[in-house]
């Protein structure tokens, strides 16, 4: 037995300690305190991919994911997270340099500056900007309560008649109570919008971005702009169908400064899950680093996850339930042995754990640097910057794209070459800006880069070693160099992640950070694929799957990003199912 672990029987296991793990275990235990809860995490670390670590020294990190905006707020309030944490919103909360003196964008929360700042491009854009945001919320205010539940559940069987969806006593529509207040809210929601907006929502779920956004704007700068919120995370471009729903799944978040705010933590963005380990811990979850799962532990006879072994071949059994925050991949194809998943779920549940789009192409950069970026087109007055340095320039996310088809054939480079973008499209943010807690030294700064386009599947030959992650953290210089000269002479300090490092260092199949496209494929019931719409999959009728087997994670609904709702959902459905609630 593994000296760090209290006992080996619980009534319900966690596996993995992500945002999502703890969000479930702390909802488990506030529910019903008298289940005896723990959560197992691989990593020295609570927090997957929104945890701050040190990669050099006197250099806080957040290493994955790095702003917070989608964190659900009932879940921030009633676990009383919003105390425990400090957010810095940001305002301006965007710039777009470009190479020509004095030739730049600002975007934030003041209307009146954003209106200033768009018309030195398009007047007509200006007065477009606050109805496309008033559009844009007012679709995710109609959608967003379906971040909180669970979704329809039509049940197993693909090939399920009409009839059948409609009267089935276990799934029909009309006979199935919850499925059917669900259908009453879409249509309440449909209703509200009206006919137009109903018609601009479809636009917004099924279209590309780019065809949303040249129907608001002329200004290629403006639409580049706010295109890259359609490609995060996704191996997509703003041409790709589909993709504007990426687009508003990034303007849905609410933590309390207004809709779309997007905000730094202090102490980086494992200040968040720090206290979510607190409060489990506070309300007598056991929660364990350093416990690595080998596999579940099945009895298909009962059709029952009885447990874990760990690598270190302790076995901890679950006497009610399990719940994996890890991505379907990884909880069913590695954690689990395949006999037992033959015996259980079946091959073609097999095959469609198979065929989940983990296409990535991300690449993650951290650096540590002696001085900020200074940018040719503009610079704050050194009288009106703070005394660390910065100027309005550095608060917000910082765009190096001008024109959406910059972006489209940064894409198609890709896809097409099996290798990087000549040409990165990047996202920079500078948290020390606004956090002085992330470094020693007060004149030095944190830099994060999110980059695309860098696949994790390369053509035959290739690997990440770090001589091809040296070669494309060069690009990605290079062309922040050449808006920002002297920027690669302050770097002191690198962390380089590769898709392949992201995968191996938190775990996620291909390192894509949604576990999983959040394309609409792969959206809402068929996340990750029909059937898992009560965060299991098991099919009592016909005895297919486990009962007490549940994902947590951002591969089942709602989807990724730091919000919560999928640890939260995932604990109702399981605490419903164990009859108590």
Wanted: glycine fraction near 8%; hydrophobic fraction near 35%.
């Amino acid at each position: 037995m593994s000296k760090s672990i209290a006992k080996t029987c619980y009534d319900v296991i966690i596996t993995g300690g992500g945002h999502n793990g703890l969000v479930c275990a702390a909802y488990i235990k506030k529910t019903m305190p008298s289940l005896s809860v723990c959560v197992l995490e691989r990593r020295h670390v609570t927090g997957g991919c929104a945890v701050s670590e040190q990669v050099h020294d006197g250099y806080k990190f957040s290493r994955a994911s790095y702003l917070c905006s989608l964190f659900r707020g009932h879940i921030m309030d009633e676990l009383d997270l919003r105390r425990r944490i400090k957010l810095i919103p940001r305002n301006p909360s965007s710039f777009t340099p470009t190479l020509n003196e004095n030739e730049f964008l600002f975007l934030g929360s003041d209307g009146e500056m954003n209106k200033r700042e768009i018309s030195k491009f398009s007047k007509k854009d200006a007065q477009r900007f606050d109805a496309y945001e008033q559009q844009l919320q007012k679709v995710a205010q109609s959608v967003e309560y379906l971040l909180d539940c669970g979704p329809l559940d039509l049940g197993y069987d693909e090939n399920a008649s009409v009839k059948d969806l409609l009267f089935s006593d276990s799934f029909g529509i009309l006979r199935n109570k919850e499925n059917r207040e669900k259908v009453k809210r879409l249509l309440d929601a449909a209703r509200e919008l009206g006919l137009g907006n109903t018609s601009s929502a479809l636009d917004i779920f099924l279209s590309p971005a780019k065809k949303v956004l040249d129907h608001w704007f002329e200004s290629d700068l403006l639409k580049a702009t706010l295109s890259t919120d359609s490609i995060i995370g996704e191996y997509c471009s703003p041409t790709t169908p589909g993709s504007s729903y990426v687009l508003l799944h990034h303007v849905m978040g609410d933590i309390g400064y207004g809709k779309g705010i997007w905000a730094y933590v202090q102490g980086g963005m494992g200040a968040v899950t720090q206290a979510l380990t607190e409060i489990n811990k506070e309300l007598g979850v056991d929660v364990y680093t350093n416990a690595q799962v080998k596999q579940f532990t099945v009895n298909s006879n009962t059709n029952r996850c009885t447990g874990v072994v760990l690598e270190d071949g302790t076995e901890i059994t679950a006497t009610k339930a399990v719940a994996s925050n890890c991505d379907p991949h990884t909880t069913f194809r590695k954690l689990m042995n395949q006999q037992d998943l033959n015996s259980t779920y079946g091959e073609e549940f097999g095959r469609k754990v198979d065929n989940i789009d983990y296409s990535n192409a991300t690449f993650k950069i951290n650096l540590a640097v002696s001085s900020l970026p200074r940018f040719k087109c503009f610079s704050t007055p050194k009288e009106s910057r703070k005394s660390n340095g910065s100027g309005k320039e550095h608060f917000g996310t910082i765009h190096f794209e001008t024109s959406i088809d910059e972006i489209d054939q940064s894409y198609l480079q890709a896809k097409s070459s099996q290798l990087y973008s000549d040409n990165p499209v990047i996202e920079m943010t500078i948290p020390s800006s606004l956090d002085e807690t992330l470094v020693k030294n007060k004149d030095h700064h944190v830099i994060q880069l999110f980059t695309q386009y860098a696949p994790y599947d390369l053509k035959e030959g290739h690997v990440w070693n770090e001589q091809l992650k040296r070669d494309y953290a060069n690009k990605v210089y290079d062309k922040i160099e050449s808006y920002a000269p002297g920027f690669k002479n302050s770097i002191i300090g690198e962390d380089l992640l590769s898709p392949l490092d992201l995968e191996q260092t938190f775990g996620m199949k291909k390192g894509n950070i949604f576990h999983g496209s959040i394309r609409l494929d792969q959206l809402w019931m068929n996340r990750p694929f029909r059937g898992f719409s009560n965060y299991r999959y098991f099919d009592k009728k016909h005895g297919v799957g486990l009962s007490n087997l549940y994902l947590c994670g951002a591969g089942v609904h709602p989807g990724g990003g730091v919000m919560g709702a999928c640890g939260y959902n995932a604990a109702h459905a399981l605490l419903r199912h164990l009859g108590y609630q």
